[in-house]
DNA sequence: CTGTTAGCGCGTTCAC
DNA sequence: GTGAACGCGCTAACAG
């Protein structure tokens, strides 16, 4: 390990040039309206000549708090975190707090490791925007003096606050409107190891029952999700039901792959074949034919969740509040017309 | 703000419990090999059992030193950066380094602060990506006393270490090769925000202008670069460049954009129109052509980088390492084969 | 508005 | 192999 520099201004350091006593520095940074004018711009500027920067460590060890957060995300590659982390970005610009981002790679034991290192941090709060370990993260979690935000199904029990999307209803609605366009045969097509997944393949499921038209074989998945993934799962759904005419996928990335399988097949979409994907990422407006998918808020989510965690840190609100930030059926050119009464 | 636990089990509390001094248990964490078996099982149980958590507050204010590094990203919103996290995350793994990622939205003042901010931490090292304000936030670097290192372009200077690529070379790999398959009036789609993309936009120039086919009004770029933005850009430059039979993108995302709008319009791809992507990402190879791209090496990049910052923070290695990561063109179906001779 | 006293929880140094 | 004393740099609580 390397030492930092031994050499680095303190707050006494700058003191002492001053003539002041060391709490006054400190004022002048904390509390500035405390301190006279014409001392407080002394102080400023030897601050500024001095190259004096505040001791992060030393700050938390004395005050007892800490003003990062941490976001736990299960894949950060996943496309869809990432306007949930513009949102969240957005909401701490012009703030004090900080945002500290770590991957927990769908793994419970990571998720426990990170839940753990952020409150022997003294974490200001947690985004927990991975669910895999819920039961046992939550063990954790209770201990926890921080606000705690989860982003998870509505259905889901949380620890703290949640800001959630209906995941199940959603899926629910998507499988609806693509019996309602006439498909019969729909896929789903989902991931292996993400609660979300699960939960939206419930919805289809449910749905399919309803119907009468639930089949097992019908749900695919693959661990991972992109757009190849979608590519091999249609590969393999058509060799087994040959008379496939729609797939429900779980997230836009699949649904690409999707689309262009079935463009390489030759198969007419929407005319023979629907696709219906989900998160409505950028990409689904402009491909060809546009990408018929539920739209879900995830910058105002993570816009929310950073409120939350913020405005609990600073004592403002109570800790349990549940948000559902609905969802919206963004109809497109990759299914047919709905027909007008079944 | 809000107090932590003040009943939190302290380093203190476990040695009292356990009939020795604090010294012993911080031992068992740190240095096992220092203290008797029998003791150190006694203790360890007894930590797991009060739930102790060092505070890394105090233990960084104590040792003078810190085990996370800051990451400083442009964007986190690029998808090629995800890649380059992933390796960034693999190192670290089964480290007791911890990566902290700050986003800053392609803005030199939002760079400066965070750098600021990581100093004022001890970081234990910075991995700059985003390189904007280079001359602005060198300054601040260079009093740095961690390790440094940013991943640029080969040809520029940088403070510290530098993992990179050659972008101009790679641009002008590119052009070179659309220009083999036969390909006249190209033009290049790029960001306005990006240092990589001007080096990118230079290796197309320069290659072009040998051609005698370089035209400045055949260089587009756009803000926000994303699919959609692919879409308006070739529409652009259709209207300007009906006879335009080629377009080099800076990134996949475009040329994702471009495929789809070129086959709205009817243009076959690739005999009467070719593309050429950058980065190689996933969806790359499945598009319908397949996209011709330039692949990188994101994913070790990252992991190079960080294995600079924690070998030189361990003190294992110098700081100035610069690493040429090299680039690959990928020719798949959005281009033409090559003509045997020119 | 300014200063004094005390101590946050841990690691370093040097003893035993 | 174990411990005592001290201090990291800063802020809380109380004085004045």
Redesign the pocket.
Known sequence: MRRGR?D?T???DVAKKAG?????V??V??EP????PE??GRILELIEVMG?V??QA??A????HNSTFGVLISAMTNPAFISFMRGIEERVRDTDFRVQYANTHYCVEEEKRQVRLLLSQNTAGIILAGMEGLEQVAELLKQATCPVVQVVDVNLESVGASVSIDHTEAAATATEYLLKCGYRRIAFFGGTSDERGRRRSLGYSRVMKKAGLFQESLIYSENNISAPAGVHLLHAALQEHPDLDAVLCQIDELALGVLFEAQRIGKRVPEDFGICGYNDLQFAAITQPPLTTIRVPLFEMGYRAADLVIRDACGQTKTRSVVNMGFELIARGTTRPPRAVE
Chains 1, 2 share one sequence.
């Open positions: 031994s680095r303190t707050l006494f002041v006593s060391p709490i006054t400190s004022r940074l904390r309206g405390k301190v006279s001392l407080r004096y505040p001791d030393a700050r060890l004395a005050s007892k």
